[in-house]
């Protein structure tokens, strides 16, 4: 399958890895389920907006930064 946002999968595990937090506990702060935040954090779904601002809030990078899009 191909991956919809590789630069964000390849960031989040690392960023979540560093603070210790499991895939759960990154699906309870978004309020969704495990099983979803695990297919964001593989790269086979798309996030709202709203998301991708929490994920960067959470761990103080730009949003930028999580699409790969940072010069």
Same mark, same amino acid.
């Given at each position: 399958? +191909?991956? /919809?946002?590789?630069?964000?999968? =390849?960031?989040? &595990?690392? %960023? *979540?890895? =560093? &603070? &210790?937090? @499991?895939?759960?506990?990154?699906?309870?702060?978004? #309020? /969704?389920? +495990? *099983?979803?935040?695990? &297919? /964001? =954090?593989? #790269?086979? /779904?798309?996030?709202?907006? @709203?998301? %991708?601002?929490?994920?960067?809030?959470?761990?103080?990078? @730009? @949003?930028?930064? %999580?699409? #790969? *899009? +940072? #010069?």
């Amino acid at each position: 399958m +191909e991956l /919809i946002l590789p630069s964000l999968a =390849e960031r989040l &595990k690392p %960023l *979540r890895k =560093e &603070k &210790k937090k @499991t895939q759960k506990d990154m699906a309870a702060l978004l #309020g /969704i389920t +495990e *099983r979803h935040y695990q &297919k /964001i =954090e593989y #790269g086979h /779904i798309n996030i709202s907006a @709203t998301m %991708l601002i929490t994920l960067a809030d959470y761990f103080h990078v @730009t @949003t930028d930064y %999580l699409l #790969g *899009r +940072e #010069g």
